[in-house]
Structures are given as structure tokens and as C-alpha cells.
């Protein structure tokens, strides 16, 4: 199956080189090799939640440069990977909030009957399916393990 997710992005970089925005532009090629290059390690058609998962991987690695570039006082490179940042997330879905994970959090707790730490797994198993793209997943695992220590 096609991703709806990745035509979305191709289009956009016909839209970025008719209007000659370069920068998005940019970003929109380094998104599509990305892709790419997963589709062709993994000798598969990638789906929406593997894009989504591609995406991710971007803004983690952006986000561990900007905090290399403001540790080395160069806030131009910084400001640079942030507007990266932002054209990378508006392919990912709307983030969910605090009180929306901690009750998806509970349902996968109970859903998995998990009642101590060496269940996690489990848990988070589950909630990686219903949540890739919507939550930080180590913020995610932090809450799982309070919740399942207390």
C-alpha cells in the first residue's frame, strides 16, 4: 500500500520549486531521500506509519544538533535546524496532550494487565501503535515506569 503521506510530500516539492523556495525545498529532499533510502534498505514500499517513523528520526536527530549548536555559541545553524523542525512536523500528526497520553497510558496498563516494571515492554508495545507521531516516546516510557514502580 502507497503512502498517502509520502505523495503528500512529493507534491509539496513541486509546489516548493514552482514558488523557488529553496530552503523548504531542501528540507523536502533530504525528507524524500530519507524515504527513499528506507524503502530501498528495507527492499519494501513504505506506509504512512513508516514515514511517520522517518520523520520522527529527523526531528530527534535536528533536535541533537541544535543542542550541539547552542553548546558551541552558533545560534544561526540552530535557528536554521529549528525551521526544519518546523517543515518536518507539519507532515506529523497533531501532538496529543499530557492528561490524553496519561489516559492511554492506563488503558495499555490495563488492556495488558502489566503490574510491574518487567511488563513494560508490553505496555509499551502497545502504545507505540497509538501513539507513533503524537508523543515522545521517552517521555512516554518515563510515565510507564512511574506508573507501573508507584
Known amino acids: 500500500m502507497a503512502s498517502a503521506l509520502l505523495e503528500r510530500i512529493q507534491e509539496d516539492v513541486k509546489a516548493a520549486m514552482r514558488a523557488r523556495d529553496r530552503d523548504r525545498l531542501g528540507v523536502l529532499r533530504q525528507i524524500t531521500a530519507a524515504i527513499k533510502q528506507r524503502e530501498v534498505d528495507e527492499r519494501r ?7 511517520i517513523a522517518t520523520l520522527e528520526r529527523m526531528r530527534k536527530q535536528r533536535r541533537e544538533s541544535i543542542a550541539q549548536f547552542e ?32 489516559d492511554l497510558v492506563e488503558q495499555a496498563i490495563e488492556e495488558t494487565g502489566a503490574a510491574s516494571v518487567r511488563e513494560m515492554g508490553k505496555v509499551m508495545g502497545l502504545l507505540k501503535l497509538r501513539l507513533q507521531g503524537r508523543a515522545d516516546m521517552g517521555q512516554v516510557s518515563t510515565l510507564v515506569r512511574q506508573r507501573l514502580s508507584g
Open 45 to 51: 514500499q513504505l506506509d504512512d506509519s513508516d514515514v
Open 71 to 102: 553548546q558551541a555559541g552558533r545560534e544561526d545553524l540552530a535557528r536554521k535546524e529549528r525551521e526544519e523542525i518546523g517543515i518536518i512536523e507539519s507532515y506529523l500528526p497533531e501532538p496529543l496532550g499530557e492528561e490524553e497520553i496519561a
